[in-house]
């Protein structure tokens, strides 16, 4: 990787360094092919500053809904007491930075770009509705810690490894269940407790034809293929029972 960032000098074009606060970013891929058999995925995100700063690199899935089940107490027991469906958020939501993001940024300016893990549920909806500020609150931090622990909220200070003082990269790892659709990747420049610079890169998330087709079907059409699968499987086993009957006669 450290090859590839140090050939990067010489394939930048020379308005790259010309101005201060210019910033140059690529991919190794702009879109990820999800199959049957897609257990995760690496994309490599490389570029060059014109000056030395800090680089911190939000990634941003489409939304995707989140069932939360409430429990309490009853005697002895912790029963079910209603679930709640999150709507409105992202299904994955990466902070990767070269240092911790509150000690480049004052809060106003973390807020405006949404480089808090917070920032990611600030436009969630409740169905049914938590009812006051506090019990939407609590609803908040229980869908944070959730993405948190699975590993789709993610707020790393060492993720971004700078060379030489303008080089930089980083990976951005994807786990093996995906929203489909466009990731927005925005990549800032921090210099001196400000953004002077950002980038902006998409990340196609798509399934393979074969299971697209079929994952529609199954969603649109839901009776009629059940119907469809279930008679195929009936005369795959009716195949099966004839050639096995075949080969034992022989």
């Known amino acids: 990787m450290k090859k ?5 000098v010489f394939l930048m074009p020379a308005l790259a360094w010309a101005q201060s606060g210019d910033l140059v970013t690529e991919l190794t891929r702009d879109h990820v092919d999800i ?3 897609y257990t995760g995925d690496e994309i490599t995100l490389f ?28 005697g002895p027991f912790w029963l079910s007491q209603g679930k709640h469906e999150i ?23 973390r807020a405006a770009h949404g480089l808090d893990l917070g920032d990611a549920l600030k436009n969630m ?6 009812g006051d500020a506090a019990g939407r609150q609590t609803l ?35 786990p093996a269940q995906l929203p489909l659709g466009e990731y927005q990747v925005d990549i800032y420049l921090v210099r001196n407790g400000q ?36 008679l195929s499987m009936m005369l795959l086993g009716l195949l099966l029972g004839v050639v096995l ?6």
């Open 125 to 130: 909806q409740v169905s049914p509705a938590a």
């Open 195 to 230: 953004v002077v610079a950002t980038q902006h890169r998409k990340i196609s998330v798509d399934e393979v034809r074969m299971e697209h087709w079929i994952s529609g079907v199954a969603g649109q059409h839901s009776w009629t293929f059940g119907v469809v699968f279930t």
């Open 47 to 74: 570029g060059a500053m014109s000056a030395p700063g800090q680089i911190v690199v939000k990634v941003r899935s489409p939304e995707q809904s989140v069932a939360l089940e409430k429990k309490g107490r009853v």
């Open 140 to 174: 908040k931090d229980a869908v944070l810690r959730l993405k948190q622990a699975r590993r789709y909220y993610v707020a790393d200070p060492k993720a971004v490894e700078i060379l030489g003082g303008r080089l930089y990269s980083t990976t951005i790892r994807l």
């Open 87 to 109: 709507k409105r958020t992202p299904g994955l939501y990466y902070l990767l930075s070269s240092a911790p993001i509150d000690g480049m940024l004052p809060a106003s300016v």
């Open 245 to 250: 009957g075949r080969s034992k006669k022989n």
């Open 4 to 8: 590839l960032l140090l050939s990067l």
């Open 35 to 37: 199959s049957a058999r």
